[in-house]
Each structure stands twice: as C-alpha cells, then as structure tokens.
C-alpha cells in the first residue's frame, strides 16, 4: 500500500515571504506556472529538516545558523539541464565567425590571452565544448596562417604564445563538483563524436574523463550571478538557459552586468530561448544559419 505523507500547509503569505528571499537571493522568479516545482521542493526541504511549520523554516532561512540550508534549497531549485555541443548552430557561429574574428583582433594587438566565462556552467559540458572548439578553432587557424617558429612536439592543445582561460561558474555546488570531476556516461557523450572523444576524452571505467590538458585550461568556481563583483575583462561570455528563470528586472540587470564583464568588442551568448531584445540597446546582433550571438557596442557607454 502506497503511503500518503501528510503535506504541511502553505498560506499564501508564507509562500510570498519565501519567493521573495528566493528572488532577492538567486533572481530566480516563480511564476504560476513554476509555483507547482517551487511548493514540492519547500515541501521536502521542510521534511528534512523536520519543521512543522513554513514560517519556521523562513526563519531558519533568515537566520545566521540557516545559511547552509538556504544554499541548499537554492541548489534544490536549480534546473541543471544541460549537454555538450548543446544549441549547434550557436557554437558554429562560435567557432567559425566570433573566435576567428576575436583571434584576428588580438593578434593584431599582440594580446595573447582568450578570456570565456560560462556563467551557470552546470556539470562542466559546456565550458568544455567551448574549451574543445577553441583548441580546434586554433588549430585551424594555423594551419592556413603558419607560426613563425617551430611548435614543440608533440604539439599542445594551445600553441603559444597563445594562452586560454575558461572560467566556469555556477551557484550548485553539486554541479560544481560533477564538472570538476569531469567524467561523463554513455549517454551524456552521445552529442560527442568519435573524433573528439579520441582527441580529448579517455576511458575511465564505464565513463569518459576529460584529458588533463583540455580540463587544465578550465577553472570552475562558485558564483552568484545575483551579486555585483562577477569576473570582468572577457572576450567572450555564455550565459545559456539561465536567465529563463529571472523576471524582466533581474535580467536587465544581469545584461548590463555582463555588458561590463566583457572587453570591448566582446561577446555574449544566450540561450536558444533567449534573447536580448527589449532588454537592452548596448549589443549588436549577430545572426548567422540560426545562430545568435550579441557583440558588444562601444558608443553605448
Ligand atoms: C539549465 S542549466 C544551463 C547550463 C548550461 N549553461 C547550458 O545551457 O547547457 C542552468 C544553470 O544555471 C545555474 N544558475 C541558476 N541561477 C543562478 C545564479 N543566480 N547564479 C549562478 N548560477 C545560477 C543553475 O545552478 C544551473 O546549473
């Protein structure tokens, strides 16, 4: 016989006090539509930490003791949904139209460094398709514009003087940790192909761990992308399929930050569904066999 566990009550008020110190916490905003999602997990936090009331557990929230279960209700709220290669058209656009033009300009400037923020990494396939891309991006690259100079043997994933930096941020620290880990299924790699599971994937057990020198060029790290100090002077920043879960107001303000985290001429890339219209006037759009990418403009300062 199926048991039936007996649900505490949840007023309407404490449902809003709770939104709210959601929304001020994360800019995550549930809707009607969510609110079904957002009452099951207050449910089960509350079990867990066996309160009889959700007043209570607002206050245990607020309070100094309360901190690391207000981060785990917020990792609970989470949707972590993520692959790798995810939004093709996006990442062609990536590869063949932004890093080329971004690998011109900075040769140009002799500025050696490629700076890319995956903000709302999830478990880490993002950041290493990004990292994957631009290895083969590069690679391509001097194969049509040869270096002066011999590159060691055998030849790194970066040839110098290049220098990559993928920064990877999220606010689940459990996400985090997957990412770090690095070691995906069978099912996870099914958008890999065969070439590049052999370039930059090896076998480890039943799973496919990322080779060193491809995980060594990305760094994960805990971010809040609610608060003001994100990391600044990127060339390039994805932020995909996260600001689904903020209201109007926090994604306007979650744009004009990243608008400051990027080097001028820089990049944002956002979500299949997406986009920056209406939010805000300093990118330019760039629009190539379906995918979008937002450069940003300098006149807007
Ligand atoms: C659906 S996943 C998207 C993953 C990846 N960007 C992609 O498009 O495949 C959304 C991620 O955003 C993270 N996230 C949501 N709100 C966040 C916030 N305020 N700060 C940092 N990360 C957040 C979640 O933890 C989750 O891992």
Redesign the pocket.
Known sequence: METVIAQVPLTDAELKLLQTLIYQE???YFDERRAHFLKDRLQRRLKTCQLDSFYAYYRLLTSREGKQELALLL?NL??????FF?NKPQLDLLQKTVLEDLLHRKQERRDWTMRVW?????TG??PYSVAMLFCDALAYYYLRNPLPFEVPSPKPLIPPPWKLEVLA????YA?LRTAQEGAYSETHMEPVDYTTRLRYFEKAGDKYAVKHALKELVQFDF????TEFLPRRNDII?????MI?FDEAEQKRLIEKFWHCLNPGGYLFV?HAESLFGLSTKFRMVHENNGTAYQRLEAAT
């Open positions: 994360c800019g995550m990792e989470t949707v972590n949904e993520t692959s995810r995956s903000a709302g990494c999830s396939q993002e941020s999220d606010m689940s996400a971010h809040n992308l609610k994805l932020c995909r399929n996260v879960y979500g």
